[in-house]
T-cell receptor, first 111, second 114 residues
Framework: SQQGEEDPQALSIQEGENATMNCSYKTSINNLQWYRQNSGRGLVHLILIRSNEREKHSGRLRVTLDTSKKSSSLLITASRAADTASYFCATDAAGANNLFFGTGTRLTVIP | DAGVIQSPRHEVTEMGQEVTLRCKPISGHNSLFWYRQTMMRGLELLIYFNNNVPIDDSGMPEDRFSAKMPNASFSTLKIQPSEPRDSAVYFC????????????FGDGTRLSIL
C-alpha cells in the first residue's frame, strides 16, 4: 500500500507552543500534500510540496520533505485553539491524480 | 464560490435498503473522487472519475456499491442492499484534474445503517 502514516496519532499542546507532525510513505512520489479536517467537516488543503523541494512555508505552517527517507513533517508555529483538528498527509501516485491519505494526527490545542 | 456540495448530510436507514449519495463538484473540475472514512480504516478511496469516466474503481468494496457520473456536474454513489458495516462518512472531492493540484472536499454524508 502506498498509504502514508502520521506520527504521532494524537498530540496535545498548550496554545502558543509549536506542533510538529510527521508523515512517512512507501513509494516514490511527485508531490506530497497536507490537509486539515475539523470535526464533522471535509478535508481542507493546506500546502503542497513537490518532490524536488525540501522546505516550504505558508503563514504559520512549515513543511519539510526528505525523499531519501520517504518522510515529511508539518510544523505549526505559535499554535492557537482554532488549530485543533486532524491533520493528514497525502501522496500522489506517479502519473495519476489520485491521492493516498495517511492515518492522520489528531491535534488538540489547549487554550 | 460554491464548493463541493454533497447531499444528504445525514442518512439513517435500515439494512437492506438502497442508499444513494449525491455530489456536485466544483464547476470546471475534471476529476471527481469518492472516499469513505471510518475510525478503523481511515480515509479510503473508493473510485475516481476523469472527465466523467471511471478510472479506478478498485477501492469499491463489493458489487453492492456502484457509482455513476452522468455529466460533469453530478455524481452518485449507490449502495444496494445496504448493510450495517457500510456505516461511515462518505466524502466526495473534486480537482482540476492535473497532477500537483489539491483536492477540494465536500462536508460528507454521515451514513448509519441500522
Amino acid at each position: 500500500s502506498q498509504q502514508g502514516e502520521e506520527d504521532p496519532q494524537a498530540l496535545s499542546i498548550q496554545e502558543g507552543e509549536n506542533a510538529t507532525m510527521n508523515c512517512s510513505y512507501k513509494t516514490s512520489i511527485n508531490n506530497l500534500q497536507w490537509y486539515r479536517q475539523n470535526s464533522g467537516r471535509g478535508l481542507v488543503h493546506l500546502i503542497l510540496i513537490r518532490s524536488n523541494e525540501r522546505e516550504k512555508h505558508s503563514g504559520r505552517l512549515r513543511v519539510t520533505l526528505d525523499t531519501s527517507k520517504k518522510s515529511s513533517s508539518l510544523l505549526i508555529t505559535a499554535s492557537r485553539a482554532a488549530d485543533t483538528a486532524s491533520y493528514f498527509c497525502a501522496t500522489d501516485a506517479a502519473g495519476a491524480n489520485n491521492l493516498f491519505f495517511g492515518t492522520g494526527t489528531r491535534l488538540t490545542v489547549i487554550p | 464560490d460554491a464548493g463541493v456540495i454533497q447531499s444528504p448530510r445525514h442518512e439513517v436507514t435500515e439494512m437492506g435498503q438502497e442508499v444513494t449519495l449525491r455530489c456536485k463538484p466544483i464547476s470546471g473540475h475534471n476529476s471527481l473522487f469518492w472516499y469513505r472514512q471510518t475510525m478503523m480504516r481511515g480515509l479510503e478511496l473508493l473510485i475516481y472519475f476523469n472527465n466523467n469516466v471511471p478510472i479506478d474503481d478498485s477501492g469499491m468494496p463489493e458489487d453492492r456499491f456502484s457509482a455513476k457520473m452522468p455529466n460533469a456536474s453530478f455524481s452518485t454513489l449507490k449502495i444496494q442492499p445496504s448493510e450495517p458495516r457500510d456505516s461511515a462518512v462518505y466524502f466526495c472531492a473534486s480537482s482540476p484534474g492535473r497532477s500537483n493540484q489539491p483536492q477540494h472536499f465536500g462536508d460528507g454524508t454521515r451514513l448509519s445503517i441500522l
